[in-house]
């Protein structure tokens, strides 16, 4: 179970990821044919995870996993928030 503390940031940094993703155009990934769909994609997920549905973990897992989806389309620009999103997600999720 993900605490509290660990939720709420992992919420702020994902409110600024979304905003970041909505920047990129075009592009493929594993799970996505564009940025505009990886996009769309996140902010429903963040809206549910909010709604206390942490079963997006799961989801937000695979999709910030290294050499996955968010980094096949941020480049290196989103490396670090990637990152930072991703210890979070590895030490609460159960894989």
Known sequence: ???PEDLN????????TEQLVSQFRGGWSDH???AEEFHKALKSSIE???QGELEELNTLFLWFSPSYDWDDFTNGEGLERGNQIFAILYKNVKV
């Open 9 to 16: 940031k992992l919420i702020l940094l994902l409110n600024d």
């Open 32 to 34: 996505f044919l564009s």
């Open 48 to 50: 549910r995870l909010k």
């Open 1 to 3: 179970m993900i605490s």
